[in-house]
């Protein structure tokens, strides 16, 4: 054993121990033990958790952004690395890196980055989340109205080239897309989420049917949840084979919502950030506004929150459980990326320990 974490209140992703130890060689969970500490573990480095929280790191499919280099504005290497940096001081070990609608040429750009950064070895980016321009023009919310459009094949396949395997998810309004469109996409290994969509409850209900897996930003940007006509939010919530993400930043969703959504979906639902950062320049403009950002003219454009604090604000303003909050920003969105977020023998070592009121106390593993 190369190192011990010992004295811990273990998270495993599935249940709590107690008291718990942990032992790490090369990067990995090697054992995960309850109970007192074995003899063997004496010639190996311990490091003393003093009863604290040890859990998964975090995993955020959705951030657009951070340190003032929005990825859209700033499409570059430099920019996925201020990225990856920022979300891991935070606790997120695996970030899609994601823009909003913008000009083919720019969606180019952007896939091409991220796959320089990639090939280059670059760490905490998984790819790219492309959130439109292939999306209903009814719910763009603060999407460029300009740049929507409907995606024709060769749109696909050129974009599938470009990316070189670095697009791993796109929301999409499915209504406005054909089936072979959501054929190559899914053929390609491509996650894809319905969002910024006009679909009827009764179309939503057949997306599952045509291959989507996800829903994005449950609530926001999407056919409402009314009483005549549920909308794509009530399909999210009781079509057992659609799973959403939701923003725990108390500003996108009221909690009581969240509450909702978590009671009816249990471990269908998952947390992103939604992050973006500030930028006075370009098309997407994002200024600070507390635990979110709007655009100039007042629309809300993002949240400011990190994954920790979503944690937080779920447990206490929506009465999410810790088991919950943490299964929601860690295991259940690293399983779409083919991630184990769990503290279980093979696993990663990413890890953080989180104090008796929930702060970040040290990082392990990334």
């Known amino acids: 054993m190369k190192q011990w974490l010992i004295n811990a209140r273990v998270f495993t992703g599935q249940q709590w121990l107690p008291q718990a130890h942990v032992g ?16 063997e573990a004496a010639p190996a480095p311990v ?39 920022a979300q891991a001081q935070q606790g997120t070990a695996h970030s899609l890196v994601t823009i909003a609608t913008q000009p083919l040429t720019v969606v180019h750009q952007c896939l091409r980055a991220v796959s320089s950064y990639l090939q280059q070895g670059g760490s905490g980016i998984a790819g790219l989340h492309l959130e ?36 791993k998810m796109m929301t999409l309004a499915p209504e406005c897309c054909s089936d072979e469109v959501l054929r ?11 969002g910024h969509s006009n679909a009827s409850y009764q179309q939503a209900m057949q997306f599952a049917s045509r291959g989507i897996q996800l829903v994005t930003h449950l609530y926001n940007a999407m056919s409402p949840l009314q009483h005549r006509q549920p909308g ?9 084979g659609l799973h959403a993400s939701i923003i725990p930043d108390g500003v996108h969703v009221h909690p009581a919502m969240l509450q909702l959504a978590h009671q009816v979906m249990g471990d269908r639902l998952f947390f992103i950030t939604d992050a973006v950062t500030q930028c006075t320049e370009g098309p997407y403009q994002h200024y600070h506004s507390g635990t979110h950002y709007t655009l100039p003219d007042g629309t809300l454009s993002g949240s400011a929150i990190s994954m920790l604090q979503g944690v937080q604000l779920a447990m206490q303003q929506a009465g999410l459980s810790a088991t919950d909050a943490l299964r929601k920003a860690a295991t259940l969105p690293a399983r779409w990326l083919g991630i184990q977020a769990e503290l279980a023998p093979g696993a990663p070592a990413q890890l953080l320990l989180l104090s008796a009121d929930w702060q970040l106390v040290r990082r392990f593993g990334f």
Do not use: K, M
């Open 24 to 39: 790490i060689i090369d990067d990995c969970i090697a054992t995960v033990q309850p109970g007192p500490l074995p003899p």
């Open 132 to 167: 439109g321009p292939f999306i209903h023009p009814e719910r763009r919310g603060a999407h460029r109205a300009d740049w929507v459009r409907v995606p024709t094949p060769d749109d696909i396949r050129h974009l599938l080239d470009v990316a070189a395997g670095s697009l």
């Open 232 to 240: 794509l939010a009530l399909a999210a919530l009781l079509h057992t």
């Open 47 to 85: 490091f003393d958790c003093a009863g604290q929280a040890l859990v998964p790191a975090f995993t955020d499919l959705q951030v657009y952004g951070a340190q003032g280099r929005l990825f859209s504005q700033y499409p570059d290497t430099d920019s996925l690395a201020a990225l990856a940096h």
């Open 184 to 194: 190559l996409l899914r053929d390609a290994g491509v996650l894809l989420s319905a």
